[in-house]
Every structure is written in C-alpha cells, then in structure tokens.
C-alpha cells in the first residue's frame, strides 16, 4: 500500500493477528464471536495514538485494496447509506445500481469491534481531540485538549455516529489502513475522508457489519 | 453506554499512546538574562489545551478552564525551578525560566535561553500563562499551549 503525500514520522509495531473477539448487540441479544477471517488473518497493527503528528489533506491511499475505487455492491440499502465491514476493513457507500465507492479504513483493534446501525449526527471540519485519562497518564505532556488541525488524531473531518463515542474520522496516521488500531472509530486518510465527507449528509444511515464466523 | 437505534454497546476507550519527535536545530540566544516573571508563578494546578491557529484561542482558552478534572500539577523544584515535563517525555525534570537579550522569556533546562527543549513563554499572569515550543517542529506538531489555572 502506498500513501501519498504523506509526511511524518513511522512508528510500527506489527504483530499477527490470528484471532479476534467481538462484542454485539442486536436486538437485544448479546452476540460474541471468535474467528479469524481472511482479512484479519493479516497483521494488525498494535499502534498508540500520536498527537502532533502531521498528516496532510492531500493524503489519499493511492494503490492497494484501501484505494478508495468504484466497486460492485450489491445492496437493497438506498444511495447515500454507509456500510462498513469491520473485517474486510472497507466502509462502502452505496451509490445505488448495485455500486458503491470502496474506501480502505482502519477499525477498531482486538475487543474494540463492534456492530450496529446508527445514523451521521453530525460532521465536522478539522474536529477537536481530547486524549483519554489512559494516553494522559502515558503522555503526561500532552494537552488535554487539542483544537483541530493537521497534528491532531482525529483528522481532517469526523462523522459523529448516532449517540455513541464513535465517529469515522480521518488520521494523522494514513500507514494504519487496513488494520485493527482503533478504540473503535473508523478511520481513513485524509484525502479520503474529505472526500467521503463531502459526499455523506448528516442523517445518512451507517450500518456497521463484523462477519462473524465460527 | 448511551444507546441509538440498534446499537447497544461501548467499550472503554483505551489508547496506547506513542510519541517521539526528530529535532531540528534553531538558532539559540546565547546569554540569559534575568526572566521577567518569577517561575515560582507556574507552581499549581492547570487546565491546558492547545491551538494552532488563533481563530481557535478563546474557545481553547475555555477549554483549558473546562480541563480541571485533570489538571497538570507543577511543583517547585528541589532547586530553584518548577518540576514539569518537556516535548515528548514522560518524565519530569526540573525547569526554570530565562530570559534572554531579545526580550524574550524561556522555560527550559539550565542551558542558553531558546535551546531547541525550551519553550518560549508568550504571555504570563497568575491566571493565565501561554507558551510554544522553540522548536519549530515540535511547535508545529503540538502547537500554542494555554494554562488556565485551576481554582
């Protein structure tokens, strides 16, 4: 996979996955599931947040799978609707006519995936961050509250997701997709995530999906 | 966990955070002068946030006020400095204010005002204190830090 126009500072620590659990609820009706899938087979990344890191707009994935491309995708979902599939490590969105435009993103890591069906909320432009306790008490020197802008984790633009602390958002981290890194959020590259952003409307249904496999 | 349509579940946020910085080089003043605050000003609790541009400010200034609950305890030193934290380590170290023939005011190590570790002080009451990185690159990355102090 290559990024392009990226500009920072790697910092990697890869280790294979071969297995994974999840937590949904549907319904309901608490469902957990434990199996490795052909994409999570790959190699997940086990990768902290890094605040101050600069990661350009223009930064789109420009080969690869997680190139953001126009697929066939077959959905009764009307055109506008999000569909993510956590283990493939794609968000769709349904163009209608059986296609939708493909964008590689990053998910949440072992224990932070998850299922649903919620709707955008809210967007935002360049969005504010506020580290957890957790990265606070690692990174003591950290601002507790970092406006929005290039070195910021959160990216380029968010979509808030229903009422849940979740958002698909972009990062400052473009080499993290196509792995499981997240707390949960969905993450693309900048350049991708403007793009998604400028084509997805508040109110814009988002179906979460985890193939569960046993 | 607030529930939506069909989703019913959050799990606790955790992140594992990682930072390092490459340095650059900057020109340093090479003399110290007396500082024109005193450091022992910084001793206390303090909200911080942080902006890059200043559209941003009040509304960061607000929420360094809201960012109390956890706060960033200075203490005084064993010398004559503050105990704080420099760009990207996690470990405290005994700082002290400079300041320097042009002026300007510095927050950093016994070592010339504006080394590359330093920060530069903008603006400093008892209430408010702002400062960025001399470092261009590490100013770049973390951008203009507010210190609201806490009551």
């Not at chain 1, 993510?84 to 990053?106: K, M, P, Q």
Request: charged share 20%; net charge positive; proline share 6%.
């Amino acid at each position: 996979m290559h990024v392009k126009a990226y500009s920072g500072r790697k910092k990697l620590n890869l280790r294979a996955a071969v297995a994974f659990g999840l937590f949904s609820l549907a319904n309901g009706s608490l469902a957990f599931a434990q199996a490795p899938t052909p994409f999570a087979a790959q190699e997940t990344m086990d990768i902290g947040d890094e605040p101050g890191r600069i990661s350009t707009e223009e930064v789109v994935i420009e080969d690869g799978p997680y190139k953001r491309q126009l697929v066939s995708f077959r959905s009764s979902e009307p055109a506008g609707t999000i569909v993510i599939h956590t283990s493939e490590r794609f968000l769709y969105l349904v163009l209608g006519n059986n296609r939708a435009l493909r964008y590689g993103i990053g998910v949440g890591r072992d224990g932070f995936q998850w299922s649903g069906l919620v709707k955008v909320t809210r967007k935002a432009e360049w969005p504010d961050w506020t580290p957890p306790p957790e990265m606070i008490a690692r990174q003591p020197y950290l601002p507790r509250f970092m406006a929005g802008g290039p070195g910021n984790p959160m990216g380029a633009r968010a979509h808030y997701l229903g009422s849940t602390v979740y958002r698909i958002h972009g990062t400052n981290q473009p080499e993290t997709i196509g792995h499981a890194v997240s707390s949960g959020c969905f993450r693309l590259a900048n350049g991708d995530v403007i793009d998604l952003y400028s084509r997805v409307a508040v109110g814009a249904k988002v179906i979460i999906r985890h193939a569960a496999t046993l | 966990m607030r529930s939506d349509t069909c989703l019913k579940i959050v799990f606790a946020v955790l992140f594992v955070g990682g930072c390092s910085s490459t340095r650059t080089e900057v020109a340093t003043p090479a003399v110290a002068i007396a500082p024109a605050y005193a450091v022992d000003g910084l001793v206390g609790r303090w909200g911080v946030a942080s902006y890059r541009v200043e559209k941003d400010r009040a509304r960061t200034e607000a929420m360094a006020r809201t960012q109390c609950r956890l706060p960033y305890v200075i203490t005084k030193g064993p010398s004559d400095g503050v105990m704080m934290h420099v760009a990207d380590d996690a470990q405290l170290y005994e700082l002290t204010l400079k300041g320097s023939k042009d002026g300007k005011t510095y927050l950093g190590f016994d070592a010339p005002p504006g080394d590359p570790q330093d920060r530069e002080i903008l603006s400093f009451s008892d209430k408010v204190v702002v400062m960025q990185y001399a470092n261009p690159e590490t100013h770049a990355r973390y951008g203009t830090f507010i210190y609201t102090r806490c009551a």
